[in-house]
C-alpha cells in the first residue's frame, strides 16, 4: 500500500430536468466517501470531489483522472447519481444537464468511463456505482432510473484485462433493482449517505470489513462486507461484483489487529513439561504475570499456555492455572450505559467506557449489535454514541471480543420526534442560507463544549489517577522507611543480647581462685627467671674483675673461669630460656583464653611478659658469648 493512490468521486444530486428526481444521498455519499479515503489512516487516497457539474465537465475530469498515470497508482472512481438507458440498452450516468431523451449528447456513457479505465498505464482500477437502476418504490427509498438494465454486463472483460493489469467494478445494485437512499426530504434531517455508501464507510472507518484483522482491508473482503450489510438493510437491494486481477487487492488500512502468540522460552517449555508438580505450578505463576507483559504477542503466547495447562494438567494446578486465566479479562466500566432521551436528528450523545486490566485484556474489538450503536477506540477505553436519525426505544449490546474472551456493554437510549410546529413561512435562499449557517455553528459549538466537557473529564480522571499513584508511592516509601527502622532496631537489639550474652557467658565461665591469676603468675615466673639469670651473669663477671684486682695471675683466673663462671654462665643460659619460654607460654594463655581474665589482669600479664623479655633477650646474648669467650681462651691456654 505504498504506491501513488487516488480517488475521484462524482456526486450528481441537483437536475435541470424535471424528469429526473431529486436525490437526497448524493452530497452525504461524496462527504463521507471522501473523509474516509483521504484519511491517511484509513484510505490514504489522493481525493477529488466533482458534484453536480455538466456532463461535459465530468468527461473531461474522467479523462483527465486516467491520463498521465503511472503503471504502480491505484486508481478509484465512484459515481452517486442517476443511472439511464437509452433504447440500445446502453448504459448512462446522469449529470445537471442530462436530458433522458438526449443520453448521448447530455448524459456520461459508461462506454466512454470503461474506454478511459482501458486506456490508462495505471495497472489497478475500481469503480464504484452507487447508482439505482429501475423497478419498484419501497418505503425510504427513491428510484435513481427506470427499466431493466444489467450493470456488470456494460464493462467487458476483454476492454478492462491485460496482462499484469488488474480492475473490479462493484456496483450497489443490477438488474430489477434499485439503490436506497438514507434519508427523504420529507424528514427534516440532514441527507445522510446511501445504504451501500453507508456501508463503505462504516466497513472502512470501523475496520470491520478487515475479516480477517491483518491490518489491510481487501477488496474481496469489503465486498463482502458491503453485500452482507445491504442486504440485511433490505431484501430488495443487492450488490454486484465483478473482477479481474491476481492475489488480494487492498483498498485501506484497518486498526484491527490479530494478535500471534509469541512461542514460550525453552525454559519455561521444560518446566510446564517436568514431572515435578511444584516446578510447574512455578512456571503456572511465572505464566500468570506474563499476562501481564505490554508485548501482546508474549501476553497471548502465556495465556494460550495456561488454557493448555488448565484443560490437561492435574486438579491442583490445573485450578491454578484457571484462575491466573480468570484474573485477565475484558473489563468494561460501565458495563451498562443509559442516554437520556433525545431528539430526533440531534447531535449524537457521547459517554465514555473505560477498559481496565492488562493490555492484553484491552485489545478487544467493539461489536455493536444494532447498527444505530457506534463504538470508537479513544485513550483508555471506548466512546460510545447513537444514531439519531432513527426515532424510538434501542436497547443493544456493543460486544467486546479478544483473545481473553469477551464482554458486553449494555446501551439503552431513546430516540424522540420532534414536536410538530406549524410550517413556518417560506424563505428565500438567503435566509435558508443564512439559517443552515447558524445551526452549523451552534452545532459546532456544542460539539466544542462536549469536547471541552470530556477533555475537562479526561484532566480529572489523570489528575486522580496521579493523586493515587502518589499516595501510593508515598505509602510505600513510608512502609520500607518503618521496615528499615524495624530492621535496625531488631539487629540492635540482637547486638546488645549478644553482647550481654557473651558477658554472661564470660562471667558463667570464669572459674574461682587462682585459675584467674595463671597469666599473672606465668609472666611473674618469667620476669623472675629473667632477673635471676641477670644476676648469675653480673656474679660471674665481679668475680672475674675481683680476681683480676686481686693481682691474681692469668692462669690462676682462667682456671678460675673454666671452674666456676662456666657454670654460672650456664646457669645463667638456661634460665634466660626458661624466661623466654614463660613469655611465649604466657602470652598464648591471654589469646586463647579470652574470657578467663579481666582487663586488670592482662595488662598486668602483658607488663611482666614485656619486662622479662626486655631482660632475658640481652643476658641470653650475653651469656652466650661469655661461654664463647671462656671455651676460647681454656683452648690458647
Known amino acids: 500500500m505504498d504506491d501513488s493512490r487516488h480517488a475521484l468521486i462524482i456526486a450528481n444530486d441537483d437536475y435541470q430536468e424535471g424528469g429526473l428526481q431529486t436525490l437526497t444521498s448524493p452530497a452525504a455519499d461524496a462527504e463521507a466517501l471522501a473523509e474516509v479515503l483521504g484519511d491517511p489512516r484509513i484510505g490514504g487516497f489522493?481525493?477529488?470531489?466533482?458534484?453536480?457539474?455538466?456532463?461535459?465537465?465530468?468527461?473531461?475530469?474522467i479523462e483527465d483522472f486516467f491520463e498521465e498515470r503511472r503503471t504502480t497508482d491505484m486508481l478509484l472512481l465512484h459515481f452517486s447519481c442517476h443511472g439511464l438507458k437509452n433504447e440500445a440498452g446502453e448504459l448512462y450516468f446522469a449529470a445537471t444537464d442530462t436530458l433522458p431523451k438526449r443520453l448521448r449528447a447530455t448524459g456520461v456513457a459508461s462506454a466512454f468511463v470503461e474506454e478511459c479505465m482501458a486506456d490508462t498505464v495505471a495497472r489497478t482500477r475500481v469503480l464504484f456505482l452507487d447508482c439505482c437502476f429501475g423497478g419498484a418504490f419501497s418505503p425510504g427509498t427513491r428510484p435513481r432510473a427506470a427499466g431493466d438494465v444489467h450493470v456488470l454486463e456494460n464493462f467487458a472483460d476483454d476492454k478492462l484485462g491485460g496482462e499484469g493489469r488488474g480492475w473490479a467494478v462493484i456496483a450497489a445494485s443490477d438488474s430489477m433493482?434499485?439503490?436506497?437512499?438514507?434519508?427523504?426530504?420529507?424528514?427534516?434531517?440532514?441527507?445522510?449517505?446511501?445504504?451501500?455508501?453507508?456501508?463503505?464507510?462504516?466497513?472502512?472507518?470501523?475496520?470491520?470489513?478487515?475479516?480477517?484483522?491483518?491490518g489491510k482491508v481487501s477488496l474481496s473482503e469489503l465486498y463482502e462486507y458491503v453485500?452482507?450489510?445491504?442486504?440485511?438493510?433490505?431484501?430488495?437491494?443487492?450488490?454486484?461484483?465483478?473482477?479481474?486481477?491476481?492475489?488480494?487487492?487492498?483498498?485501506?488500512?484497518?486498526?484491527?489487529?490479530?494478535?500471534?502468540?509469541?512461542?514460550?522460552?525453552?525454559?519455561?517449555?521444560?518446566?510446564?513439561?517436568?514431572?515435578?508438580?511444584?516446578?510447574?505450578?512455578?512456571?503456572?505463576?511465572?505464566?500468570?504475570?506474563?499476562m501481564r507483559h505490554t508485548d501482546l504477542s508474549i501476553a497471548a503466547g502465556a495465556r494460550q499456555a495456561l488454557e493448555h495447562v488448565a484443560r490437561n494438567d492435574i486438579h491442583a494446578v490445573a485450578e491454578l492455572a484457571g484462575a491466573a486465566l480468570a484474573a485477565v479479562r475484558i473489563a468494561p466500566e460501565p458495563a451498562a450505559l443509559r442516554f437520556?432521551?433525545?431528539?430526533?436528528?440531534?447531535?449524537?450523545?457521547?459517554?465514555?467506557?473505560?477498559?481496565?486490566?492488562?493490555?492484553?485484556?484491552?485489545?478487544?474489538t467493539p461489536r455493536p449489535s444494532d447498527d444505530r450503536l457506534h463504538a470508537v477506540q479513544s485513550g483508555d477505553g471506548l466512546d460510545v454514541t447513537i444514531d439519531t436519525a432513527t426515532p424510538g426505544p434501542?436497547?443493544?449490546?456493543?460486544?467486546?471480543?479478544?483473545?481473553?474472551g469477551e464482554a458486553r456493554i449494555h446501551v439503552d437510549a431513546e430516540v424522540r420526534e420532534r414536536p410538530v410546529v406549524p410550517e413556518p413561512p417560506t424563505k428565500t435562499p438567503q435566509e435558508l442560507e443564512?439559517?443552515?449557517?447558524?445551526?452549523?455553528?451552534?452545532?459546532?459549538?456544542?460539539?466544542?463544549?462536549?469536547?471541552?466537557?470530556?477533555?475537562?473529564?479526561?484532566?480529572?480522571?489523570?489528575?486522580?489517577?496521579?493523586?493515587?499513584?502518589?499516595?501510593?508511592?508515598?505509602?510505600?516509601?513510608?512502609?520500607?522507611?518503618?521496615e528499615e527502622r524495624r530492621?535496625?532496631?531488631?539487629?540492635?537489639?540482637?547486638?546488645?543480647?549478644?553482647?550481654?550474652?557473651?558477658?554472661?557467658?564470660?562471667?558463667?565461665?570464669?572459674?574461682?581462685?587462682?585459675?584467674?591469676?595463671?597469666?599473672?603468675?606465668?609472666?611473674?615466673?618469667?620476669?623472675?627467671?629473667?632477673?635471676?639469670?641477670?644476676?648469675?651473669?653480673?656474679?660471674a663477671v665481679v668475680e672475674a674483675l675481683r680476681l683480676q684486682q686481686a693481682g691474681e695471675t692469668w692462669a690462676n683466673i682462667q682456671i678460675h673461669l673454666a671452674q666456676e663462671s662456666t657454670r654460672d654462665l650456664v646457669v645463667c643460659l638456661v634460665l634466660a630460656l626458661v624466661s623466654l619460654i614463660l613469655v611465649a607460654v604466657t602470652r598464648y594463655d591471654l589469646r586463647s583464653s579470652t574470657g578467663l581474665y579481666d582487663e586488670r589482669r592482662k595488662a598486668a600479664a602483658r607488663l611482666l611478659t614485656w619486662s622479662a623479655k626486655v631482660l632475658a633477650l640481652p643476658v641470653l646474648v650475653l651469656a652466650l658469648l661469655g661461654i664463647i669467650a671462656v671455651m676460647i681462651a681454656a683452648n690458647i691456654s
Open 177 to 214: 433493482q434499485y439503490a436506497f437512499e438514507g434519508a427523504r426530504l420529507a424528514d427534516g434531517g440532514e441527507p445522510k449517505p446511501s445504504v451501500f455508501t453507508s456501508a463503505l464507510v462504516k466497513g472502512l472507518t470501523t475496520g470491520e470489513a478487515d475479516q480477517d484483522e491483518d
Open 394 to 404: 434501542l436497547s443493544g449490546d456493543i460486544v467486546l471480543k479478544g483473545c481473553v
Open 487 to 539: 530492621r535496625a532496631a531488631a539487629e540492635h537489639r540482637a547486638e546488645a543480647e549478644r553482647r550481654a550474652e557473651e558477658q554472661r557467658s564470660h562471667a558463667t565461665t570464669s572459674p574461682p581462685g587462682l585459675k584467674a591469676y595463671r597469666a599473672p603468675a606465668l609472666g611473674a615466673a618469667a620476669l623472675g627467671t629473667a632477673i635471676a639469670s641477670l644476676a648469675l651473669g653480673i656474679k
Open 227 to 290: 453485500y452482507n450489510r445491504v442486504v440485511r438493510a433490505n431484501r430488495n437491494q443487492t450488490p454486484r461484483c465483478k473482477s479481474d486481477y491476481r492475489g488480494d487487492l487492498y483498498l485501506a488500512r484497518s486498526e484491527r489487529r490479530s494478535i500471534v502468540p509469541a512461542e514460550l522460552p525453552e525454559r519455561l517449555r521444560a518446566a510446564l513439561a517436568s514431572e515435578e508438580m511444584f516446578t510447574r505450578m512455578g512456571a503456572v505463576t511465572e505464566l500468570s504475570n506474563w
Open 434 to 482: 443564512e439559517e443552515r449557517r447558524r445551526q452549523e455553528e451552534r452545532r459546532r459549538q456544542e460539539e466544542e463544549r462536549q469536547e471541552e466537557r470530556r477533555r475537562a473529564e479526561e484532566q480529572r480522571r489523570r489528575a486522580e489517577e496521579e493523586r493515587r499513584a502518589e499516595e501510593q508511592r508515598r505509602a510505600e516509601a513510608e512502609r520500607r522507611a518503618e
Open 46 to 61: 489522493d481525493v477529488q470531489v466533482v458534484r453536480n457539474q455538466p456532463s461535459y465537465e465530468i468527461r473531461r475530469r
Open 340 to 364: 437520556a432521551p433525545v431528539p430526533r436528528h440531534a447531535v449524537p450523545p457521547k459517554q465514555h467506557v473505560r477498559l481496565l486490566g492488562p493490555p492484553v485484556a484491552r485489545s478487544c
